[in-house]
């Protein structure tokens, strides 16, 4: 086969999910059954004490015990579902509120327009974490201020991105169409623009899923995320940070499964992000 | 022809493309020789394999085709053959190529000058000073304005036509064997295109230079052409030199091609106006668009509105369409005033006047089926749902001769007279008593033009519906408009019913834009240039 040849190969080759693609792919499909069936999967419960503290490896359990006596496996397994699991919904509320007025910002007269922006922009202004540290002391810590507090700030990325692509939208003549069809809003809104912006708003809800996971985690590691004993991740690093002076993996474990997730979603997502871009 | 004459030779060639799920192929054999100094005119529809063959004869195929058959012979190198290292040092040196949209084909933030000597300075052929003394010569030579400063400005400060002719200077700065020209002036204005075409010919001529010059127009290839190829469907179905091809074609397909634009509608002359303007002034911010524009549209009537661009043609649709405010005069419409933007006009003035936009591409939105893009006036003005609408929006597809196939497709799936015809059959579906087309025909095909010229004369047979028909091109509304404004600068310099305004005298404006359509007669550019030399 010549150079030129393989350069022209199939295109139906080259339309095949990449390796990374699909490790990518497995790795989310068996992190997601586990977060579904931890209960039935887990040889422990959530909280329960199995035997001594500190237990190493292999002695009693697969992954040993924790400082409390709980075993490591059980908890990574149930942490899954928790961190998932809150870490989903926050992404979909941001999506949902910073999607919709992103869109109607894009739509809207410019007084609107310019005042939603400049609200986004404050938001924006302020660190994401000492933001969230200082909404979560006031309004109390609970998964439901978790969420609502997270979705909300992480809204402000979701919105900027979807009112910049749908602004060379709005201007487009199939809109300027609608438009003098005598449309609503939000048919506008929703129907004409929205379908258009799916692409990049599917990427980028997989990348703020990665930073949610990750901010979920930081925040427990800091204390004022999930509380305790509920298992999560970012937690367990914290309960067990002071392991790895005595040279246990321990501490290690929780933070490995948040590291090969979020590489495994940003896998999947550049095969995402190519085909996108190659079909245009 | 002697073999050492032969700088491409192409033999059996064939290209195999990918699309839908499927392969088809594009070019299917084709053999085709062509002389050092030679000018080679290819012409054929839309899909008609044109621009594969052009770049084929750079050695290179669109993303997801290839090459399954012939060879392609440059001076004694095979050019399917040679790896991609070899091709590059070719183009942009032996091999130069103008595509059809300057202004996508310029990096907007660099300077023409820059821009023009990149490659042949890259390549090592020049130092930096003989290239930019060499581009400043072929900036004269092309009659660009200023050509000493010329390169200084940046791509979007210039008009497409010394865009279109500065491209043709960067791609001579290595004097190339050969240049592919893909449909180079397609997209500007005739008088623009006079002097593009003029130009070009002149350099490519006095360079001795060899050019493949790609087209669908018939009188713009008779202008340039030592020998002309028609296309048809992957094949050359006739080649012969020009002359004895435009007095002689034999192939009936091109007997086809030659015989488009005889249509002719009886000139109406009666009917109540339906839309007056009286007056109108508008302007985009300070920059007044239109003064002093009076004109009534009578009803069931075609009204063409005729101008380059920057005429102020497209502002007037603008206007009606609900678009633009005016800032004096008055529009009424059916007798009463018509409210200026659209979000204050109520549903019924909304559906009675509809809007067919320039470029069917962007006017249909991607992600909606031809069904839900048709049937969503159908919904919105009478209420219409589910098989109702489907088997209603089945009917608009058969009078734009149309199967009800497409009721499920997507726009991606059509080509563009079929993308236009679905724009009509959505501007038709709200039953409206005057439709706005704003060069609705400009960049299709000519049989293509044709066939949407006929349906939109059809329609207007059988229900009476008033045409606003805005082009740049005198030839499409010469048979067919009632009425013709013709303006310049956003003034109506002449206006009135169409044997008036098409018979002598002329305005002086509407003699230039007459005599700038080209003609299917190999004189035509030279008899222009020699009237424009006696003044």
Known sequence: ?280 | MAASDILLGMSGLRIDGFSRGKRTEIVKGIDLELARGEILGVIGETGAGKSSLGLAAMGYVRAGCRFTGGSIDFDGLDLIGMTEEEKRRLRGHRIAYVAQSALSAFNPAHRLLDQTIETCVDRGLQTPEEARANAVELYRKLNLPDPENYGRRFPHQVSGGQLQRAMTAMAMMSRPDLIIFDEPTTALDVTTQVEVLRTIRDLVRQHGTAALYITHDLAVVSQLADRIAVLQHGRVVEIAPTRQMIANPTHDYTRSLWAVRNLDKPERRDGEPILRFNGVEASYGSSRALSEISFDVPASSFVGVVGESGSGKTTVARIVAGLLPISAGSVSFAGKPLAGLSVHRDRETLRRIQLVQQSADTSINPRHTIGQSIGRPLELYFGLKGRERDSRVVQLLEQMELGPEFLTRLPSELSGGQKQRVNIARALAAQPDLIVCDEVTSGLDQLVQEAILKLLIRVQEEQGVSYLFITHDMNVVQGISDKLLVMHQGRIVEQGFRSEVFSPPHHPYTERLLASVPQVDPDWLNRLVAADATP
């Not at chain 1, 809109?175 to 048919?187: K, L, N, P, Q």
């Not at chain 1, 809104?189 to 949610?212: T, Y």
Request: net charge positive; aromatic share 8%.
């Open chain 1, 1 to 280: 086969m010549t150079r030129q040849e393989r350069a022209q190969a199939d295109p139906l080759q080259r339309r095949r999910i990449p390796i990374s693609g699909v490790a990518g792919l497995m790795v989310i499909a068996a992190y997601l059954v586990v977060a579904l069936f931890a209960p039935l999967i887990a040889p422990h419960g959530e909280a329960e004490i199995i035997g001594q503290a500190l237990l190493p490896m292999g002695e009693g359990s697969l992954l040993g015990t924790d400082q409390l006596g709980r075993d490591v496996l059980s908890r990574l397994i149930y942490g899954a579902r928790n961190t998932i699991g809150i870490a989903a919904l926050t992404t979909a509320l941001s999506f949902l509120v910073g999607g919709s007025l992103g869109l109607l910002a894009a739509v809207a007269p410019t007084w609107l327009e310019l005042a939603l922006s400049r609200i986004f922009d404050a938001l924006m202004a302020i660190p994401y974490l000492i933001l969230a540290l200082v909404l979560l002391a006031v309004f109390g810590r609970n998964v439901t201020a978790l969420v609502v507090i997270l979705g909300l700030i992480d809204s402000t990325r979701v919105y900027r991105l979807a009112r910049a692509t749908a602004f060379p939208i709005v201007v487009s003549n199939y809109v300027t169409a609608a438009r003098i069809r005598g449309e609503s809003r939000s048919w506008i809104m929703f129907r004409e623009i929205l379908p258009n912006i799916i692409p990049p708003l599917v990427a980028e809800f997989g990348l703020r899923f990665s930073f949610v996971f990750l901010s979920i985690s930081a925040l427990s590691f800091l204390g004022v995320g999930i509380q305790p004993p509920t298992a999560d991740w970012g937690s367990m690093v914290a309960e067990n940070k002071t392991l790895i002076i005595y040279g246990s993996p321990a501490p290690l474990l929780p933070a490995a499964a948040i590291a090969l997730l979020t590489v495994s979603i940003n896998f999947v997502l550049d095969w995402l992000v190519n085909k996108a871009g190659g079909k245009q």
